[in-house]
């Protein structure tokens, strides 16, 4: 088999994966377009004739508002998060002090234990402290992120040369100015992973939410879509349409933030 067959055939059968995968988001569209009683009828495969009307009903659910809300939410989810998980990996991978082993281990055995054990006393510690009608409590978790911890530590042991810190603290550089002005050039694309990460897992966050949020204006996405209808019939078209949209954001940081993710991923595993 010569080369340009070779080449011509993997590229037919990536072409022919990737329709397959883009299938689920092409169907998710189209039945966007359709009235709801359409959907149980046949399979749906061309765009149908309904959408304005599922439109108008997304826009009078106030779905703009669940937007801005799942938006304020992710966005300082992501900025608290990446935030504490950077300068924790730096204190575990780069410094020494008491107990760093015991209370690594610690971090590392919070992340085997269900999140949704603790729910119950979330929602009374969030109650005892006057802050269950915002949207704090869906920010708050993100303060104490395991695996952002874990993530950067294991990033910084091995994309981050010891002498170059050594070095900058002969010059005089403090600890905080190591961190900015020579950590953060290293890390970069583990912030970008862990970025993207913690966006996407906030604004799809679903459980909490449901738990904790209980006055309409301060809905996310998820919730939104889920109370599209009314007491007597569910506008599947309507969601699956809100869906759409709500899925929009996430794919527009995939497209421009795919590279960062990619080398996060990988950068980290390479000692240099």
Not at 8 to 23: E, H, M, N, V, W
Request: proline letters at 4%; a positive charge; hydrophobic letters at 55%.
């Amino acid at each position: 088999m010569n080369r340009s067959l070779r080449t011509t055939l993997t590229t037919s059968t990536i072409a022919l994966f990737s329709l397959f995968a883009l299938l689920p988001f092409y169907i998710m569209i189209v039945m966007g377009t359709y009235q709801n009683e359409e959907l149980f009828q046949k399979i749906v495969l061309v765009p149908g004739h309904y959408l304005m009307e599922n439109i108008k009903t997304v826009a009078e659910s106030r779905f703009d508002l669940a937007y801005l809300n799942s938006f304020i939410v992710s966005a300082a989810s992501t900025v608290v998060s990446v935030f504490v998980s950077c300068f924790a990996g730096f204190a575990f991978a780069k410094h020494e002090f008491k107990y760093k082993k015991q209370i690594f281990s610690g971090v590392l055995l919070t992340m085997m234990i269900p999140g949704q054990l603790g729910l119950v006393a979330f929602v009374i510690e969030m109650r005892y402290i006057h802050v269950s009608s915002t949207l704090l409590p869906l920010i708050l978790p993100w303060v104490a992120n395991a695996f952002g911890i874990f993530w950067m530590t294991q990033f910084m042991k091995g994309a981050i040369p010891t002498e170059v810190l050594e070095s900058a603290r002969i010059d005089g550089c403090s600890d905080i100015g190591v961190f900015f002005r020579i950590v953060v050039a290293f890390i970069y694309p583990a912030i970008a992973t862990l970025s993207l990460l913690v966006f996407l897992w906030s604004w799809n966050n679903y459980l909490l939410p449901l738990i904790i949020i209980n006055k309409p204006e301060l809905f996310t996405i998820p919730l939104a879509i889920t109370s599209l209808g009314n007491a007597y019939r569910t506008d599947l078209a309507a969601q699956i349409l809100g869906l759409t949209l709500g899925t929009i954001p996430v794919l527009i940081l995939f497209i421009f933030g795919s590279k960062s993710f990619i080398r996060g991923l990988t950068a980290g595993s390479v000692k240099g």
